[in-house]
């Protein structure tokens, strides 16, 4: 204890503070009137341990008495304000870590019963760890994230009926296709193509908006001296892949309406007929008011979450803790 001082820095530190002095390795520093020497600067890329916070240096823990001026942690078995993190082999899996650390567990029970009585050890994955932004907004976007899926069926519902719509003004156009020798199947990639176009505009669009509404999130964190990372302005390979395959199921589910009418026993005969009449047949009318019917019960439920979100939001401004 007291016996290492030194310290690594993260490289936005190097860069304001030390303007990238490529000598920094070796230079002194003072902390809480303590003297480090800096060892090493960390990649842009690591942010620390701890999800959500941005830091910007790091000592060793056996200098935690000497920053604090508490005692040290490190021998006094009662304290417990540590986060133990590690990386599992390759091939090993939770469950066998698991079973190595309950093990581990129960010899300090039995070494030292007066602290460590009725504790035990538990494993688990960043995404299930106590601490952490993961943790505070886990259930948050995950609700966040049904309804965001609810919005997403309300489009198609709309923009499958709109699609359906024009599709039985262009019946006529479908009936001489097949009569010029087109298939049903040449029939529906063209209606997919036209649906795809429509969602990967929209997912484009959406990619765009990614960077302002990242950062608009900002908005929502209360104050606090904590070194709180802001929110990424880019987009992910993982958000871009995600966002892809969304806009192919999106696709998929708009050009189902449309294409429905090419499933029946008889569609060829059915298009020209309607090609004729040009007015739009019983099958169309009943899957336009399936559709409207989905878009409203959709609605109201994506109603009635974001308004139970905004009352419950309010509760929490207007809040007192006491302090």
């Given at each position: 204890?007291?016996?290492?001082?030194f310290a690594v820095i993260s490289e936005g530190l190097w860069r304001r503070r030390f303007q990238a002095d490529p000598r920094i390795v070796g230079r002194n520093i003072k902390l809480n009137r303590q003297v480090f020497t800096i060892i090493g600067v960390t990649p842009a890329a690591f942010q620390g341990t701890l999800d959500g916070l941005t830091f910007d240096l790091w000592v060793p823990l056996t200098m935690q008495?000497?920053?604090?001026?508490?005692w040290n942690?490190?021998?006094d078995r009662n304290s417990r304000p540590l986060d133990l993190m590690a990386r599992l082999q390759p091939g090993v899996t939770i469950e066998q870590?698991?079973?190595?650390?309950r093990t581990i567990g129960r010899r300090l029970e039995l070494a030292y019963q007066d602290s460590n009585r009725r504790l035990g050890a538990a494993i688990v994955s960043i995404a299930d760890s106590p601490d952490g932004v993961q943790h505070i907004l886990g259930t948050l976007?995950?609700?966040l994230l049904v309804i965001g899926a609810a919005v997403l069926l309300i489009v198609c519902a709309n923009v499958g009926n709109l699609l359906l719509a024009r599709a039985v003004t262009r019946q006529k156009e479908f009936s001489i296709r097949l009569s010029l020798g087109a298939s049903r199947a040449r029939l529906l990639r063209l209606l997919f193509t036209e649906a795809a176009v429509l969602a990967f505009a929209g997912g484009a669009l959406?990619?765009?908006?990614?960077?302002?509404?990242?950062?608009?999130l900002e908005l929502f964190l209360p104050p606090t001296d904590l070194p709180v990372s802001s929110t990424p302005g880019g987009v992910?390979?993982?958000g871009l892949l995600v966002t892809v395959v969304l806009s192919f199921a999106t696709a998929i589910l708009c050009a189902l309406a449309p294409a429905a009418q090419f499933f029946q026993p008889d569609a060829q005969q059915a298009l020209r007929e309607a090609g004729r009449s040009l007015s739009p047949g019983v099958r169309s009318r009943g899957l336009r008011s399936v559709l409207v019917v989905c878009e409203l019960?959709?609605?109201?439920?994506?109603?009635?979450?974001?308004g139970l979100f905004i009352k419950s939001f309010q509760n929490a401004k207007m809040a007192y803790p006491g302090f």
């Open positions: 204890p007291g016996g290492a001082p008495s000497q920053l604090t001026g508490s942690w490190l021998e870590a698991q079973a190595e650390v976007l995950k609700v959406g990619l765009l908006l990614t960077a302002w509404m990242t950062h608009a992910q390979s993982l019960s959709l609605s109201l439920v994506a109603l009635i979450g974001t």
